[in-house]
């Protein structure tokens, strides 16, 4: 069965760069994938970041950026804000019409 | 205004079944693709289902053959069966929009408990 990795937490300090990426347990994350990002706040639904590897939703700020890095997608944010603490998830369309949900990112903004 | 509103869920026992309702507003729903994702306890979200605007049907594996999806043109509303509920199946679910591979709307979610 195929896994989406995802780092459990991550850290970084206000107005720093961060990184997160979302693997494969078996291959090479590519655009075929169609990855999304999604950012979730406690009790909250989840909110859209990224989708299709690098398209910004609607009103999201443009420190967050989508990516292919190496075999992983990538989600970074740029210059990130105390409001960017949150739970950050993506997820793989691995086609036949079903999708898979990495474990999700912790993100500290401290 | 885009709306999704999730009802249905509650207590129920193992071996149990629930029918999840998702009344949608500003959004057609069978001219749209139709996910249920869920998110047990603490834990990372978990896609369940999907629905496609010809009626394809496609589930995670560990819910083929007990949950069913489906829609009501005439209600514009989706809905999820879920028959011979686990434990492990105790969730929040949401409906969601699914939109160019990704999920671009989601209601505010129901909550379902297995327990005994």
């Known amino acids: 069965q195929t896994v989406v990795t995802q780092e459990p937490s991550f850290s970084v300090s206000p107005g720093g760069t961060v990184t997160l990426t979302c693997g494969l347990s078996s291959g090479s994350v590519s655009t075929n994938y169609y990855p999304s990002w999604y950012q979730q706040t406690p009790g909250q639904p989840p909110r859209t970041l990224i989708y299709t590897t690098n398209i910004r939703s609607s009103g999201v700020p443009d420190r967050f950026s989508g990516s292919i890095l190496g075999s992983k997608a990538a989600l970074t944010i740029t210059g990130a804000q105390t409001d960017d603490e949150s739970v950050y998830y993506c997820?793989?369309?691995?086609?036949?019409?079903?999708?898979?949900f990495g474990g999700g990112t912790k993100l500290t903004v401290l | 205004e885009v709306q999704l509103v999730e009802s249905g869920g509650g207590l129920v026992q193992p071996g149990g079944s629930l029918r999840l309702s998702c009344a949608a507003s500003g959004f057609t729903v069978s001219n749209n693709y139709w996910s249920w994702v869920r998110q047990a306890p603490g834990k990372g979200l978990e896609w369940v289902s999907v629905?496609?605007?010809?009626?394809?049907?496609y589930y995670e594996d560990s819910v083929k053959g007990r949950f069913t999806i489906s829609r009501d043109s005439s209600k514009n509303t989706l809905f999820l069966q879920m028959n011979s509920l686990r434990d492990e199946d105790t969730a929040v679910y949401y409906c969601?929009?699914?939109?160019?591979?990704?999920?671009?709307?989601w209601g505010q979610g129901t909550l379902v408990t297995v327990s005994s």
């Open positions: 629905i496609y605007s010809a009626g394809n049907t």
């Open positions: 969601a929009r699914n939109w160019n591979y990704q999920f671009d709307n």
């Open positions: 997820v793989l369309y691995m086609g036949s019409g079903t999708w898979v």
